[in-house]
């Protein structure tokens, strides 16, 4: 069994910055890309960011200049720098993660969420 954990959200005034984090644990053989995804009230869910293995990177268009995505593969953890943020950032972010176990099955995991508000 694979976990995803993720923590860094919380309230911030527009024009601030919050850092999230995803951090992996478990039957973890190999994890391949990973990803932030938001939803917020009355919304559906909504890809924001993704990373590759191998460091390749892309954004919504939504944030691109904003927010940065990275990951640390020896910790099994992956990173959202939240930058300039505005109201309509406010949801829950969701990391995700395509891994694949120790028994080589692969499958898409997701962590509980954290609330991210940002305040006008």
């Known amino acids: 069994q694979v976990q995803l954990v993720e923590s860094g959200g919380g309230l911030v005034q527009a024009g601030g910055s919050l850092r999230l984090s995803c951090a992996a644990s478990?039957?973890?053989?190999?994890?391949?890309?990973m990803a932030w995804y938001r939803q917020a009230p009355g919304k559906d869910r909504e890809l924001v960011t993704r990373i590759t293995n191998s460091g390749l990177t892309n954004y919504a268009d939504f944030v691109k200049g904003r927010f940065t995505i990275s990951r640390n593969n020896a910790r099994n953890t992956m990173y959202l720098q939240m930058n300039n943020l505005k109201p309509e950032d406010t949801a829950v972010y969701y990391c995700?993660?395509?891994?694949?176990?120790?028994?080589?099955?692969?499958?898409?995991?997701w962590g509980q969420g954290t609330q991210v508000t940002v305040s006008s």
């Open positions: 478990g039957s973890i053989r190999y994890i391949g890309t």
């Open positions: 995700n993660a395509n891994v694949q176990d120790t028994f080589s099955a692969w499958r898409d995991y």
